[in-house]
């Protein structure tokens, strides 16, 4: 089991950007990583998968032409940045984990963090 940590939300205007991670002490090296968000009344998002390796990564729908994943393996770290942020995407932005090595295209994740707080507003 991997602990995650997610870090870098905030409050940011429409049309901004912001780039959110994910980490781990424990290391990140072995897993495929995705971002979801959750927002209150809804259900999970998945936004983004990358493999284990970060040669391969997939961006749904819900962030497709603004948002991109990225990893530094090195610094056990996981991005999503956040492009041309519109209010709608004010939602808790969480990172999972798992050594499935589709679970990064599936969406299918065991370990989760406790998520990141993003809020576009005016």
């Known amino acids: 089991q991997v602990q995650l940590v997610e870090s870098g939300g905030g409050l940011v205007r429409p049309g901004e950007s912001l780039s959110v991670s994910c980490t781990s002490d424990?290391?990140?090296?072995?897993?495929?990583v995705g971002w979801f968000r959750q927002t209150p009344g809804k259900e999970r998002e998945f936004v983004a998968g990358i493999s284990a390796s970060g040669f391969s990564s997939y961006v749904t729908d819900v962030g497709k032409d603004r948002f991109t994943i990225s990893r530094d393996n090195a610094k056990n770290t996981v991005y999503l940045q956040l492009n041309r942020l519109k209010p709608e995407d004010t939602s808790v932005y969480l990172c999972?984990?798992?050594?499935?090595?589709?679970?990064?295209?599936?969406?299918?994740?065991?370990?989760w963090g406790q998520g990141t707080q993003v809020t576009v507003s005016s």
């Open positions: 999972a984990a798992d050594q499935d090595l589709h679970s990064y295209l599936s969406g299918e994740f065991q370990n």
């Open positions: 424990s290391g990140l090296g072995n897993y495929c």
